[in-house]
């Protein structure tokens, strides 16, 4: 049965995997790599990111736009990032277009989420809908509206595809990556 505990074991072992992969002493910046890793899953990003979404669950005022923003580019903006750069690194590439895209992508990702959670059904999005709501926390769409999120999201997977224009056709399959965030159902 996938639930919330099985999903949290199983970001672990992918996390702990990720580690083992990137130590390997074939591959190539591997300190970098497990050093951006490490900071990207902890306390500079994914971690600081679920914590700052705990802490507002009681704070006493709602969220503003750019405080949303700054906690959603931590927990899975952080690792988006890591994951679209590291072949970067690996490279010995420029990695500014890859980290222009992961930021619009990360973003654009956590907007669908906030949409998913008020126009989507629990059966199709695998998870419970409407606890946003029900919580009273400042969302994308509680800030901006529905359709104004949706807008917001889709901008920012333009702009994601856009970072990319300078590798061609061989940006092919991260661009349709950004188009599948924002159309996605769960």
Not at 36 to 48: E, F, I, K, P, S
Not at 126 to 146: P, Q, R
């Amino acid at each position: 049965t996938w639930d919330e505990a099985t999903a949290v074991l199983v970001g672990d072992a992918l996390q702990a995997l990720a580690f083992e992969m990137v130590s390997h002493p074939d591959v190539p910046a591997r300190a970098d790599l497990a050093l951006t890793l490490a900071r990207a899953a902890g306390g500079q990003g994914m971690v600081l990111g679920q914590a700052l979404d705990i802490a507002a669950e009681s704070a006493a005022s709602p969220l503003n736009l750019d405080q949303i923003t700054r906690l959603q580019a931590g927990k899975t903006g952080a690792l988006i990032e890591w994951s679209a750069t590291c072949g970067a690194v690996m490279a010995g590439a420029d990695m500014a277009p890859l980290q222009a895209y992961a930021r619009a992508l990360g973003l654009a990702f956590q907007i669908r989420d906030d949409v998913i959670d008020v126009t989507g059904d629990t059966a199709t999005a695998g998870k419970a809908v409407g606890k946003d709501a029900e919580a009273g926390k400042a969302t994308f769409v509680s800030l901006l509206g529905l359709d104004e999120a949706i807008r917001r999201a889709g901008s920012l997977a333009d702009q994601a595809c856009d970072a990319l224009s300078l590798y061609g056709k061989d940006a092919n399959g991260l661009q349709q990556l950004a188009r599948f965030v924002i159309a996605r159902k769960a």
